[in-house]
């Protein structure tokens, strides 16, 4: 299937800072529960995101991840999951977070 340029256009995919993480043990597959700071008007999201494999809550406090922000909200157990952080796989099929290679400000979207 082919994407034209404006389907792309369609996904609003900014860059934003993780804030907080914490384990979701109420997950049926390993997740944790992330809250992300987009800045301006998007502000802070939350999202769950099956990522236990390569990171600890502690090591994402601070770090800056793309995420997909036009999505509907989505029901996750008891976590209502307002964003999607992007990763890709490893080799084994775990995911990798997507990030920006250095410091950009907060909010800025994919092009």
């Known amino acids: 299937m082919t994407a034209s340029y404006d389907d792309f256009q369609k996904l609003d995919i900014r860059v934003g800072r993780i804030v907080a993480a914490e384990p979701f043990p109420e997950a049926r597959k390993p997740a944790l529960k992330l809250r992300v700071d987009f800045g301006g008007d998007l502000g802070v999201r939350r999202s769950s995101a099956q990522i236990t494999r390569h990171y600890d809550p502690e090591s ?5 991840v ?3 922000v036009n999505f509907p909200p989505r029901q996750i157990g008891p976590v209502r999951s307002e964003v ?13 977070l997507v990030a920006p290679d250095r410091e950009v400000p907060l909010g800025g979207r994919l092009f």
Do not use: K, N, T, Y
């Not at 994402?60 to 800056?64: A, M, N």
């Open 84 to 96: 999607l952080v992007l990763g890709v796989p490893d080799p084994e099929g775990e995911v990798v």
């Open 66 to 68: 793309l995420a997909v």
């Open 60 to 64: 994402l406090v601070g770090r800056q």
